[in-house]
């Protein structure tokens, strides 16, 4: 079985600490993704990576930074939290198929910030 | 650009009622077109995809055509359950990385 796994099912942190969120897959996927989800807003794509090191601004980078020093983990960094960071956040990985392309996403860390 | 709009919810409907939730969308070129569902608690998972125009991509009793025509792609359940209760996103692709999500519809489903 296929598997997304997200470190943390939920977080609470204060304002401006540094948080992590540590995403990991199993399928030997390319690409990865982070994305924020918001009620009324749907995804919002955060960051992407597809390959190792690699990685590229997707709609709302502002305030948060990614790694990706191995091909199965990718790691969201926000760099001082604030409280408009409080979401739910959805890792996801696929392959680089081009058009057809499906996503497997982790269960998702819902962050509050307080 | 690119962009994906579904029906607002929350849809509530009895069980074994029919389902549809309307999905339509702007795209250059070609798009591939998805939808996924995410369970209380959980991540989303795919339901189902076409890839092409008339295409029709079907799953656990969902079904959705690719009307390139009229740029929709509408989910429809001919009798829906208790479990079925989720939210449900329309998506498209059209090459390289990027999928478009719409917000989301949620749909409650009544014993």
């Known amino acids: 079985d296929v598997k997304v796994t997200q470190s943390s099912r939920y977080l609470v942190k204060r304002t401006g600490e540094k948080v992590f969120l540590e995403c990991v897959q199993d399928m030997d996927h390319e690409n990865m993704f982070w994305y924020r989800q918001d009620p009324g807003l749907g995804l919002r794509l955060i960051y992407f990576?597809?390959?190792?090191?690699?990685?590229e601004k997707g709609d709302i980078p502002e305030g948060y930074s990614v790694s990706r020093e191995k091909k199965e983990r990718f790691s969201l960094i926000l760099e001082s939290a604030s409280t408009n960071q409080t979401s739910m956040y959805l890792c996801?990985?696929?392959?680089?198929?081009?058009?057809?392309?499906?996503?497997?996403f982790g269960q998702g860390t819902r962050l509050t910030v307080v | 650009g690119n962009s994906v709009t579904q029906m607002e919810g929350p849809v509530t409907l009895s069980e074994e009622a029919f389902l549809t939730i309307n999905c339509t969308y702007t795209?250059?070129?070609?798009?591939?077109l998805f939808w996924y569902v995410q369970y209380p608690g959980e991540g989303l998972q795919l339901l189902l995809k076409a890839t092409k125009a008339d295409d029709k991509g079907s799953n656990k009793g969902f079904e959705a055509t690719y009307r390139k025509e009229t740029t929709s792609f509408h989910l429809e359940k001919g009798s829906v359950q208790v479990s079925d209760s989720a939210v449900y996103f329309c998506a498209l692709h059209t090459g390289g990385f990027k999928t478009i999500f719409g917000a989301g519809t949620r749909l409650f489903v009544k014993a």
């Open positions: 996801a990985s696929s392959r680089p198929e081009g058009q057809g392309l499906s996503a497997f």
């Open positions: 990576s597809y390959d190792v090191k690699m990685k």
């Open positions: 795209a250059t070129g070609y798009p591939s």
